[in-house]
């Protein structure tokens, strides 16, 4: 599941899962479902992040600006996202395929930020939330 909130001059986005990584792979399917429905993109191309962060929460911020960044050099659509996390090394991977002048676009993401930034548990799991500059 995932969703948004209110905030004043951005959106914010959240991501529950039964795990912190389920919730953090929701966050981001929120934050790139902004830009272009899920359904459109085709999963063609796999890229993978990696990256070292102890904190959860740095580590939620971390993951999506690391996903933004990939899209934006690879110029790719992602739409669906798994990761893997031991310890303080997180392993992710994202799916879609390039940028094509047919698919609707919808409001640009510049990055995560850390306002509202916040991964707790909840019923059932974990809620990731933070919000994105758009």
Request: proline letters at 3%; a negative charge.
């Amino acid at each position: 599941m995932y969703g948004y909130f209110d905030h004043d001059a951005d959106v914010g986005v959240f991501g529950r899962g039964a795990t912190i990584e389920q919730a953090f792979e929701n966050a981001a399917r929120a934050t790139f479902a902004l830009m272009w429905e899920p359904r459109d993109v085709a999963m063609q191309e796999e890229v993978e992040v990696r990256f070292e962060e102890a904190d959860v929460e740095l580590a939620l911020a971390t993951w999506m600006n690391a996903l933004l960044g990939q899209a934006a050099a690879r110029r790719l659509a992602l739409a669906d996202f798994a990761l893997e996390r031991d310890g303080d090394r997180w392993r992710g991977r994202a799916w879609g395929e390039p940028w094509r002048d047919d698919l609707p676009r919808g409001t640009g993401v510049k990055g995560a930020t850390l306002t509202a930034l916040s991964v707790r548990p909840v019923d059932g799991g974990f809620d990731a939330r933070c919000v994105v500059d758009v």
